[in-house]
C-alpha cells in the first residue's frame, strides 16, 4: 500500500495548484506507481467495472496468471501504449500463432509501420495503419478477447470492416470458414482410419493423430491472421501428408498380420 | 511421290496447329481459368485475388460519385483505408488520385485495380513487369496463370485452394508488394514486404536471409535506414531482397534469375546464363571484390550440384520401384487426382508433375516429394542467400531423406518376394479410395 501516502502528497499539491488553476481537472491525481496487481484490480473495478469483468471471463483470467503487470508493466505512464505493442504478446504467444501474424501482410506492415504509429491511439476503428494483436483482440479495450468464438461473427465482421469493405470481409470470413470445414473433414477421414487399426495402434500412429490436430490448429492460425502459408504449406498439404502416412502405416504388414503367420492357402487371402 | 508428300504433310501440320489452338481457345473457356477452367467453378473469394477474371461489383449502392464525395461517405464506413490514402502521395499536392480514378465512380459497377489500371500512370513499372514473361516460370508475371494450370489446383475443393491465389495473385494486382492504400514506395524496399509469400518450407527465403551476414545487418540497423533512396549503389549499408532481385527499382524480377527456385536443374554455364552470372557478379561488385562474386556463384554451382546427385539417386530409386510395378496403391487403384494425364501413372520427378503429385499417392512418392520440395529447396535458399548453417541442415536433410527412401524401398522388394513365394497378396488397397475428405474432393474438385 505505498500508494497512497504518495496519493495524498498529490492531492495537496494539486489542491495548492487549484488554487492558482481552478481549471485542473480532478482525476490528473492518479499517481505514477508503480502498483502491484491488486491496487490495479481494486482500483480499476470501480473505475471499469467492464473491463474487469471480460479480463476475469476471458481467457487471460486469473486461473492463466496474466495479471494487469503482464502486458502493461507496473507503472502508469505508457501503461496502454505497452499493452498494445505486437511485443506485449508474442513472448507468451510464440510459434505458430505469433509466427503467422508477423509474416502476414498485417503484421508486416505494423512492424514497418511501427516507428511512426501513434500507440497512445485507442483502439479503434481508423487509427492504426494495421491491425496489431490488440487492435482486433481487445478492439476498443475489449478484455475479454474481442476474436473469440463466442462474441460471434458480428463482432469480427465489424472491427475488420474498418478497413475492408463488408463483402470482402464476409467473403473472407467465408472462405476461412470453409478451409476449416475442408481441414475437418481430412481430420476425420485419418481418425477413422487410425480407429480401423483398433488395438494395434503403435506410436506412429498415435504420433500422426497429433500431427493432424497440429496442421489443422495452423490451418486456423492461417485464415484467422491471413497468412497463406500457415493455410497451405504448413496446413492443407501437410494434412494430405498426414493422411498418406497413416494410410501407410495401416497398410504395413503387421508381426501378427496374416501375411506373416497364416499359411498359403488362407481362404481369404490366397491369389 | 515427293512432290504430293511435302504439300501433304503441310496441310496435315496446320490442320493440326488450328486444331491445337481451337482446343486450347476451348478448355480456357469455362467458368474458371486456364487449361482446365472447364473443370472448375471459382470460390466466392477468387474475385479478389484475380479480379479481371472474377471481380464482380455489388450493387448494394446506387449512384456515380466524384473522388471527394467517395472519401466523405467512406471516411465513416472504412475510416482506415482512409487514413491511408490521406497519408499516401496519392492524396498529395494539387492533383491527386483520387478512388474513382481506380475503381471507378459508377458504385454498382467498381472494379478492383488491376495491374493495367496501376500501369496507366506507372507504365514504366507495369512494363517492366510484363517483360518478365519471357524468362518464363518461375515469375511474378506468371504466377496465377502457373496456379490455375496446376492439375491439384483443378482438382482440389476451390475453397481449399484459395491459399494458393492469394500468393500468385502478385501476377494479378499490384498490392501484393504495395499495400493498398498507402502504396507506399520506402515500405515495399524493405524485406518484409516480400515475406508474406516468400516463407514456408519451399521457400524460406525470409529465414535464410535473415540468418545470412546481409539479413542480420538489415535486422540490427535496418530499421534506422532512409527507405525513400532508391536501390542503387551506396544508398544501403546491406543488401535486401529488392536490392538484389530489383536493382535500380527494375520491377522485372527475373532479370538475373537462373537457378529455376531450385525445382529443376540448370546448366548454369549456357551462353544465356553467362550473361545472367555477369548481372549477378555486377551487382555484388557493388560492394564485393568481382573475384569473390564470382567464387561465390561457384559455390552455389557445386551445392546445386550435390543436391541434384542425391535427387536423382532418390527419383532413379523410385523409377525402379515403377517399373517393377512395386509402388503401392499404383496409380490405377487410387483415387483418380491430381488428374492431368488421359492413363493413369505414377509421376515422379519434376518434368512428369510431380509438383502437383503429393496426395493420394504411395508414402514413398511423398517422402520423395518432401525432399525434393522441402529439404532440396531449404538447401537451395540457404546457398543462394548465404546462409551456410541452413545449406548444411538441407543437405543433412537430404541425405536422410536419401537413405530412408532406400530403405524403404528395399523393404517393398523384400516385401513383394515374400508375398510371391507364399503366395499371398496383400489386403486389398481399398483404403486409399475413400474417406471423409477423399469422396468430398470427388464430388467438388
Not at chain 1, 497440429?214 to 497451405?232: A, E, T
Not at chain 2, 499536392?93 to 474513382?100: A, L, M
Not at chain 2, 524493405?190 to 540468418?211: L, N
Request: glycine share 8%.
Amino acid at each position: 500500500m505505498r500508494a497512497i501516502p504518495q496519493q495524498r502528497l498529490t492531492g495537496i499539491l494539486l489542491a495548492l495548484l487549484c488554487m492558482t488553476t481552478p481549471l485542473v481537472p480532478a482525476d490528473t491525481s492518479t499517481p505514477p506507481g508503480p502498483f502491484t496487481d491488486t491496487e490495479c484490480i481494486s482500483c480499476h473495478t470501480e473505475r471499469d467495472p467492464d473491463l474487469i469483468k471480460q479480463w476475469r471471463r476471458g481467457p487471460h483470467a486469473a486461473a492463466s496468471k496474466v495479471v494487469c503487470s503482464s502486458c502493461h508493466g507496473v507503472q502508469h505512464a505508457g501503461a496502454n501504449q505497452k499493452a498494445r505493442q505486437d511485443q506485449g504478446c508474442t513472448g507468451c504467444h510464440a510459434g505458430p500463432a505469433s509466427h503467422s501474424y508477423s509474416t502476414s501482410k498485417h503484421g508486416v506492415i505494423n512492424r514497418i509501420a511501427e516507428g511512426r504509429q501513434d500507440w497512445n491511439q485507442p483502439l479503434q476503428r481508423g487509427n492504426y495503419r494495421a491491425p496489431g494483436c490488440s487492435y482486433c483482440h481487445l478492439h476498443n479495450g475489449n478484455h475479454g478477447d474481442s476474436m473469440a468464438p463466442n462474441h460471434g461473427p458480428e463482432l469480427r465482421q465489424w472491427i475488420c470492416s474498418g478497413c475492408h469493405s463488408p463483402r470482402y470481409v464476409q467473403a473472407q470470413l467465408g472462405n476461412g470458414k470453409r478451409q476449416l470445414e475442408i481441414a475437418d473433414l481430412k481430420l476425420t477421414e485419418g481418425k477413422k482410419l487410425i480407429a480401423t487399426a483398433g488395438a494395434s495402434k503403435d506410436n506412429a500412429l498415435l504420433k500422426l493423430q497429433q500431427s493432424l490436430a497440429h496442421h489443422r490448429k495452423n490451418i486456423l492460425y492461417g485464415v484467422g491472421h491471413q497468412s497463406p502459408d500457415y493455410q497451405w504449406w504448413h496446413g492443407q498439404p501437410a494434412l494430405d501428408g498426414d493422411l498418406i502416412r497413416i494410410r501407410e502405416a495401416i497398410g504395413k504388414p503387421h508381426p501378427e498380420s496374416p501375411l506373416h503367420t497364416s499359411p498359403p492357402g488362407d481362404s481369404k487371402l490366397n491369389r | 511421290m515427293h512432290n504430293r508428300l511435302l504439300p501433304t504433310l503441310l496441310i496435315i501440320t496446320l490442320l493440326a496447329m488450328v486444331a491445337g489452338f481451337t482446343y486450347v481457345h476451348w478448355s480456357k473457356s469455362g467458368p474458371g481459368a486456364g487449361l482446365y477452367s472447364r473443370d472448375w467453378l471459382p470460390d466466392p473469394v477468387q474475385g479478389y485475388w484475380d479480379p479481371n477474371n472474377f471481380y464482380r461489383s455489388s450493387d448494394s449502392v446506387q449512384g456515380v460519385f466524384e473522388g471527394k464525395q467517395c472519401v466523405q461517405c467512406h471516411e465513416e464506413i472504412t475510416p482506415g483505408i482512409v487514413a491511408d490514402w490521406r497519408a499516401s502521395r496519392h492524396a498529395q499536392g494539387d492533383e491527386k488520385v483520387f478512388c474513382n480514378d481506380c475503381h471507378g465512380g459508377d458504385h454498382q459497377r467498381l472494379h478492383l485495380p488491376t495491374p493495367e489500371v496501376c500501369g496507366s500512370c506507372h507504365n514504366k513499372q507495369q512494363n517492366e513487369s510484363e517483360d518478365e514473361a519471357r524468362y518464363g516460370f518461375p515469375s511474378h508475371i506468371l504466377a496465377m496463370e502457373r496456379a490455375v494450370d496446376a492439375p491439384h489446383f483443378a482438382d482440389k475443393p476451390k475453397a481449399e485452394v484459395q491459399s494458393c491465389v492469394q500468393c500468385h495473385s502478385v501476377a494479378t494486382k499490384c498490392d501484393s508488394c504495395h499495400t493498398r492504400h498507402r502504396f507506399d514506395a520506402a515500405e515495399s524496399r524493405r524485406p518484409e514486404a516480400c515475406i508474406t509469400c516468400h516463407s514456408g518450407p519451399p521457400h524460406p527465403d525470409d529465414t535464410t536471409y535473415f540468418a545470412s551476414a546481409h539479413g542480420q545487418i538489415y535486422l540490427a540497423e535496418g530499421k534506422d535506414w532512409d527507405w525513400s533512396k532508391p536501390l542503387t549503389k551506396g544508398n544501403y549499408k546491406a543488401p535486401t531482397c529488392a536490392y538484389c532481385h530489383m536493382d535500380a527499382g527494375r520491377h522485372q524480377v527475373a532479370h538475373k534469375s537462373m537457378w529455376k527456385f531450385g525445382l529443376r536443374e540448370i546448366n548454369p554455364h549456357t551462353s544465356n546464363n553467362q550473361i545472367l552470372r555477369r548481372r549477378w557478379i555486377e551487382l555484388c561488385s557493388d560492394c564485393h571484390a568481382e573475384k569473390e562474386a564470382a567464387q561465390w556463384l561457384g559455390e552455389l554451382d557445386r551445392e546445386r550440384k550435390q543436391a541434384w546427385s542425391m535427387l536423382y539417386m532418390a527419383e532413379a530409386v523410385l523409377k525402379n520401384l515403377r517399373s517393377d510395378q512395386l509402388l503401392q496403391p499404383s496409380a490405377a487403384e487410387r483415387p483418380p487426382y491430381p488428374m492431368g494425364s488421359l492413363w493413369p501413372m505414377e509421376r515422379i520427378g519434376f518434368y512428369e508433375g510431380q509438383a502437383s503429385a503429393f496426395y493420394n499417392v504411395s508414402g514413398i512418392e511423398r517422402d520423395y516429394f518432401e525432399m525434393w520440395y522441402f529439404d532440396n529447396l531449404g538447401a537451395y535458399k540457404s546457398a543462394a542467400h548465404g546462409d551456410s548453417a541452413g545449406v548444411k541442415e538441407g543437405h543433412q536433410k537430404m541425405a536422410t531423406s536419401l537413405e530412408h527412401i532406400q530403405t524403404k524401398a528395399h523393404k517393398l522388394r523384400q516385401r513383394a518376394a515374400t508375398e510371391q513365394e507364399t503366395e499371398i497378396t496383400p489386403a486389398a488397397p481399398s483404403i486409399w479410395n475413400s474417406g471423409a475428405y477423399t469422396d468430398y474432393n470427388r464430388e467438388h474438385n
